[in-house]
C-alpha cells in the first residue's frame, strides 16, 4: 500500500517510516498540514495517517476538506488527544478510526489491514486467487499450499494485485504502490518483479494486457 504519514514530530515520523516500510508498505512523509493538502490534491494514496496538532493547519481541518471534496481515501486519526470528545470529532469529520499516541505499532498494522479488507470488500484476512494465498499479517506467501519466499518488492507488486482479482493495474500504478517519493526507481521495475513473480508461481500467474497493464486472472 502507498500510504502518507503526516507527521510533525521528527522522532515518531522517523519510527513510523522505519516500521511501515519495514511491513512492506510504500510512505511517503510529511510534516504540516498544508503541504498535505496539496499532496492530497495532487497524488493518490491508499490510506493516510493524520496527526491533528500539525503546523500551517490543524489535522482535523484537513480531514473535513478531504471528505467535503468527497475524496474517500481512509483515514486513521494517529493522535496524542485522548479526550472522548476529541475522538468523536475525529470520527464524526470522517476518520476511518482513531488510534491514541503512544500505541503499539502491531495494533498499527492490524488497523490498517483491516481498513484494507473493509475497502476491498471482504471479510476474510487472507487473500486467495487461482492457488495463490498471502497472508498480510505475517507476508507469506504459498502456491497450492507450498510456501513460496518473495522479496519486499515482489510481495507488494503480488499483493496489489490479489486485491483485485481481474482488475488491470498500470505499470505506473504499481510504482506508485511500491515506491515513494525520492526513491529511485528503475524503467523497468515492475517488469522485473513480474517478471520474478511468473517464475516463482508459475507464467500464467500474472497477465499482461498490452497498453493497459498487469492483472491476475478471476478463479
Known amino acids: 500500500m502507498r ?53 500551517r493547519r490543524d489535522g482535523l481541518s484537513l480531514l473535513r476538506e478531504l471528505r467535503g471534496r468527497r475524496d474517500a481515501t481512509p483515514v486513521i486519526v494517529i493522535s496524542a488527544r485522548d479526550e472522548v470528545q476529541s475522538r468523536i470529532a475525529g470520527l464524526d469529520a470522517g476518520a476511518d478510526d482513531y488510534i491514541v499516541k503512544p500505541f503499539d505499532l502491531g495494533e498499527l498494522a492490524a488497523r490498517i489491514r483491516s481498513i484494507q479488507r473493509r475497502r476491498a470488500g471482504r471479510g476474510e484476512p487472507q487473500l486467495e486467487c487461482r492457488g495463490i494465498r498471502l497472508d498480510p499479517a505475517t507476508h507469506e506467501v504459498w502456491l497450492r499450499d507450498q510456501p513460496v519466499s518473495l522479496s519486499a518488492r515482489e510481495y507488494a507488486v503480488l499483493e496489489a494485485l490479489l486485491l483485485r482479482p481481474g482488475v488491470a493495474l498500470s505499470r505506473a500504478q504499481l510504482e506508485d504502490r511500491i515506491y515513494g517519493w525520492g526513491e ?23 497477465r499482461t494486457l ?8 478471476k478463479d
Do not use: C, M
Not at 507527521?7 to 503541504?35: K, M, N, P
Not at 529511485?184 to 500464467?204: F, P
Not at 498490452?210 to 486472472?217: A, S, T
Open 210 to 217: 498490452r497498453g493497459v497493464g498487469y492483472l491476475i486472472p
Open 184 to 206: 529511485e526507481i528503475a524503467s523497468n521495475a515492475v517488469e522485473v518483479h513480474v517478471h520474478a513473480l511468473r517464475r516463482k508461481l508459475g507464467a500464467d500467474a500474472v
Open 3 to 55: 500510504l502518507l504519514l503526516i507527521e510533525d514530530d521528527r522522532l515518531i515520523g522517523e519510527g513510523l517510516v522505519t516500521a511501515l516500510r519495514q511491513d512492506g508498505h510504500s510512505v511517503d512523509w510529511l510534516r504540516d498540514g498544508q503541504s498535505a493538502s496539496d499532496a492530497l490534491r495532487a497524488a493518490q494514496f491508499d490510506l493516510v495517517l493524520l496527526d491533528l496538532g500539525l503546523p
